[in-house]
Structure formats: C-alpha cells, structure tokens
C-alpha cells in the first residue's frame, strides 16, 4: 500500500495576512509559514495507518516554493517515509488548474493507492483541490470526511451533511480529503527529527513533470485586488421610548420583516 499525502506550507493563522497591492498575491513574508493543521491530520491519518499495516509507505508532496521544504521535513519527522517537492519559479502565482495539474503528474509518477488531503487550506480556501485531482487522475473523490477506514481495497468514511451524516465508500486507488473531524496530529519526537534528515527527499519541477505554465489551457485571471475596507460602525438604537420603532424600521430597511 503506498499513499500520497498533499500537504502545504500556509501563513500562520495566529498572524496578520496581507495581500501584496502590486501583484494581488498573498505577502508570505509578512509573517511565519507553517504546515497546514489539516494537512497535519492528513499526514496523521496516513501515518497511524501504516503504524497498523506493515508494507505502507507514506509519502507527502507539495508543490510550493523553496520554504516549503520546512514543512515536508516536519512531516517526515511526524513519520512519513519520503517527500517530493515541486518547486518551479512557473509556479509563483499559480492558480488552482495549474497547480492541481503539477500535482496530477506528480501523483503519476508515484502510482499510489491512496491520494489524501485537507478539505480545504487555510490561505486560499479554494476547497476544490481534491476533485480537481481526481478529475485529473480518473479517480474516484470522496470528500469532506470526519472519520476514515481502510479495508479490503475499500476506503470508507462519513461526512456531515445538511440533514445528518452520510456514509461513503469508493474502491482504491481513490482520493479523499479530510475535515479538522480527524484526530489531533502527533508531535515530532527528536528521534523522529533526526531520522527526517536522512529519509528520501525528491525534487520535481515542472519541465520534468509534463507541465507548461504558460500552456493555453484555462487559467483563472484577477483583474482587481484591494485591502478589506474598515468596519464601519453599527446602528445604534437609543431607547428613548421609541427604540421598538426604530428597530422595526431598521429591519424593514434591511428587508428582513
């Protein structure tokens, strides 16, 4: 059993996140990246799984920039077993087609039984990369789950829904992604540290992988970017024997009665 871990580096969310005015990109240097906490989950899911099953190999990806490395490392240090970076200057900037392309073709090459992932990241929130690759790969997508299970070449798992929880199922090789449902990720332990540094570490770009940035094939386009407005100040409703009035009006204006 092998499985492919999609992990990423993000700004830290305890930290103010900027946009860049000039190129409408996320100003990564405004304050510290980390590892993804979903894709944390992910690589917990992966790695307890293995733990369970001799012969399972762990391997995380990521396509980002040179930084990026730090996060791979710490998930070989939680306990994968090999990571492989796509790291290329076509991809500053890119787009969700054009990364979940290198990612595609980096998945090709590794032939994995199990594609896992976030259900959505913390900067971009797209939180459509999962089906973009299963589309790519011809494989099936199950997404959004609280709760997974490997068994006899099945993946199954539950997800909310609005009306309660729905159980799925989809034959391997498959895609899934997970929510913050999953459980908590370990810590890397020192010895865990010390191994990463010699564990399997490849690079890709994407020239070796197939993929032509500037390829005419549909890619999203900003054509605007700009800094949050501040928060204006509320309606404030004074009771001075008319406050009922003044609310009523208030949602009247606001077509809410």
Same mark, same amino acid.
């Given at each position: 059993?092998?499985?492919?871990?999609?992990? *990423?580096?993000?700004?830290? /969310?305890? &930290?103010?996140? %900027?946009?860049?005015?000039?190129?409408?990109? =996320?100003?990564?240097?405004?304050?510290?990246? #980390?590892l993804d906490e979903v894709g944390e989950r992910a690589t917990e899911v992966a790695i307890s799984y293995a733990e369970s099953t001799p012969g399972t190999e762990v391997v995380?990806?990521? !396509?980002?920039?040179?930084s990026a490395v730090n996060s791979l490392r710490k998930a070989l240090a939680m306990g994968a077993d090999r990571a492989v970076h796509v790291v290329d200057a076509g991809l500053a900037g890119a787009d969700l087609t054009l990364t979940s392309e290198a990612l595609a073709k980096a998945i090709q090459t590794l032939s994995?039984?199990? #594609?896992?992932? @976030?259900?959505?990241?913390?900067? &971009?929130?797209?939180g459509v990369m999962p089906a973009l690759i299963a589309e790519r790969l011809g494989l099936p997508a199950v997404t959004a789950l609280?709760? #997974?299970?490997?068994?006899?070449?099945? #993946?199954? @798992?539950?997800?909310? /829904?609005? @009306?309660?929880?729905?159980?799925?199922?989809a034959p391997l090789p498959a895609v899934i992604s997970i929510t913050e449902?999953?459980?908590?990720?370990?810590? !890397?332990?020192?010895?865990?540290?010390? =191994? !990463? *540094? %010699? *564990?399997?570490?490849?690079?890709? /770009?994407?020239s070796s992988l197939g993929v032509d940035p500037d390829a005419l094939t549909p890619r999203s386009i900003m054509i605007a970017v700009a800094e949050r407005p501040p928060?204006? =100040? &509320?309606? *404030?409703v004074v009771?001075? &024997? /008319?406050a009922a009035q003044q609310l009523a009006d208030f949602l009247a204006q606001k077509g809410l009665v």
């Open positions: 059993m092998k499985i492919v871990v999609l992990v *990423k580096e993000v700004p830290d /969310t305890y &930290g103010d996140r %900027k946009l860049d005015l000039e190129t409408g990109l =996320a100003n990564r240097d405004a304050n510290d990246r #980390v995380v990806l990521t !396509a980002g920039p040179v994995p039984d199990l #594609v896992i992932t @976030g259900n959505v990241s913390t900067d &971009g929130s797209g609280d709760s #997974v299970e490997l068994a006899d070449g099945v #993946v199954r @798992g539950d997800r909310a /829904t609005d @009306g309660g929880r729905m159980k799925v199922e449902q999953l459980p908590d990720p370990r810590f !890397a332990s020192l010895k865990g540290i010390m =191994a !990463a *540094k %010699k *564990k399997p570490f490849d690079t890709l /770009t994407l928060r204006g =100040a &509320g309606v *404030k009771d001075d &024997g /008319t």
